[in-house]
């Protein structure tokens, strides 16, 4: 068994990814009602707790992001500090971000099928559009350009939902760390030619990254690579790059104009929008795969990593609480902002209310994604518990009613043992008893049919499905 590391409000798990400022961990919570839930918690690494304007940074990140409610934007709680640490608890997605499913295509030497890529970048580019054109509680726009639209922050789940995260070198109103003039930050593989420039940004150079994405997922290589980062940089300013047909000939050419629009040069020539990039993505998939859906995207990823999905449930079982669980949350820093960018409160707890300190399997867990309804349930969350409703529920064995559609009224079919048979009668030599002339029948009353129910016909009377488990015992 493994034992958890609580931090805040959460129990953390696996640790899931590592960078230079930060690293992200699976972590366990729960809500009022004592549901378990997972969330990822980005814990910052203790040499830059000291510095103030990374500090400032991170609480920009969270702010902006939780100000944010798009069902293709992940979502963040809050950005705290407790047991001396940092760290900001924001949505988990039960998946693979886009640069570990290129890693996969790369090592299978096979470019992601183009609708996919569509569908993935457009679902992108309506996140964008929603930070793009958010407002603040007065209406007032807060002007945000995220300046690091990248593979590895576009996050696909097992059921096909696609996140944009990581909003920490975002640009907005409400950000109090100024970029000077001719500071580069982002990553340059993704950066637009102006933000290589150290110009002055607007939303259209995220349309630049991720026209930089829809090229890398139609090739399974960036357009901008060189040696060393000074030369990247000059390939990224001149906005030079291979045409797509060379490399892969069986990319349609509609998603490569798609591709070179967002990829051009000169902002005015380029998409004005991300919701013009939408637009036109969703028209060519209308066309390329008509019926599309995100379960095919979703089946897709499941089958490209079906042996790490078993190997991340079997690690889940593993762990279990502390022995001392703290009722130390520590200090929410958007909160103590107080202004009225702060978001509402946290809805976790580190401990459910009368259950034991044992970390429940994964198929328990609820993944705490996009809550539009305020009931702690995402359409990842939900369709999982629908499928493990339907699996349980026998069908065959549940009490029916057959609706006779003539009369409009429901006859009971219940599932109570037929009547015994009466033994047979003994037979004698006598002569049998003569047969009964048969019943006159009247004009008056013509005698109703009883339903023949030994054809198909009974399988197109509208029928009624019973619960049985919400019925008391001894109740048919």
């Not at 230079?20 to 997972?38: C, N, S, V, W």
């Not at 069902?71 to 760290?87: C, Q, T």
């Not at 609820?366 to 026998?394: I, L």
Request: proline share 8%; with cysteine; charged share 30%.
């Amino acid at each position: 068994m493994r034992r958890a590391q609580q931090l805040g409000r959460y129990h953390l798990l696996d640790r899931i990814a590592f960078g230079g400022m930060a690293e992200i961990y699976r972590a366990k919570t729960f809500d009022g009602q004592g549901h378990p839930h997972l969330v990822a918690v980005k814990r910052v690494l203790a040499h830059l707790a000291e510095d103030d304007d990374f500090i400032q940074m991170l609480v920009d990140e969270a702010k902006i992001a939780s100000l944010l409610r798009h069902v293709n934007i992940a979502r963040v709680y809050e950005f705290a500090r407790a047991h001396g640490e940092y760290f900001i608890a924001m949505e988990h997605v039960d998946g693979k971000d886009t640069r570990t499913i290129l890693e996969r295509c790369r090592q299978k030497k096979k470019p992601m099928p183009p609708e996919h890529a569509a569908y993935i970048t457009a679902e992108v580019a309506s996140a964008l559009h929603a930070a793009h054109t958010a407002l603040d509680s007065k209406r007032r726009p807060l002007r945000i350009v995220h300046r690091d639209v990248s593979p590895s922050n576009i996050i696909i789940s097992y059921t096909g939902e696609v996140k944009l995260c990581d909003f920490g070198i975002a640009k907005a109103t409400l950000s109090k760390v100024n970029t000077k003039t001719g500071v580069i930050k982002g990553k340059v593989k993704y950066m637009s030619p102006e933000q290589a420039l150290g110009r002055k940004l607007d939303h259209r150079s995220d349309v630049f990254s991720l026209g930089s994405c829809l090229y890398e997922m139609l090739t399974r290589v960036p357009p901008f690579t060189a040696s060393n980062e000074m030369d990247l940089l000059i390939k990224v300013r001149d906005a030079k790059y291979r045409p797509i047909a060379d490399l892969v000939p069986s990319t349609p050419p509609e998603i490569e104009a798609i591709a070179d629009r967002c990829l051009t040069r000169s902002r005015a020539q380029r998409y004005q929008t991300a919701a013009e990039v939408e637009t036109d993505l969703r028209a060519f998939l209308r066309r390329y795969v008509p019926n599309y859906s995100r379960s095919h995207l979703g089946r897709y990823v499941r089958k490209a990593f079906a042996a790490e999905i078993e190997r991340e449930l079997r690690m889940l079982e593993e762990y279990v609480l502390d022995d001392q669980v703290s009722d130390d949350v520590g200090e929410n820093l958007i909160a103590r902002e107080g202004d009225e960018a702060a978001p509402m409160a946290v809805p976790f707890q580190p401990r459910p209310a009368g259950t034991s300190d044992v970390i429940m399997p994964d198929s328990q867990l609820t993944s705490s994604a996009e809550d539009t309804d305020g009931d702690g349930e995402n359409s990842t969350t939900a369709e999982r518990r629908q499928m493990r409703a339907e699996a349980a529920f026998d069908l065959h064995g549940a009490q029916t009613m057959i609706i006779d559609p003539a009369r409009h009224q429901a006859r009971p079919r219940t599932q109570s043992a037929p009547p015994p048979v009466p033994p047979p009668r003994p037979r004698t030599q006598s002569a049998p008893p003569p047969v009964p002339p048969p019943r006159a029948r009247t004009r008056t009353q013509p005698p109703r049919p009883a339903p023949d129910f030994g054809n198909d016909d009974i399988h197109r009377e509208d029928t009624m499905i019973l619960d049985r488990g919400r019925f008391r015992p001894g109740r048919g």
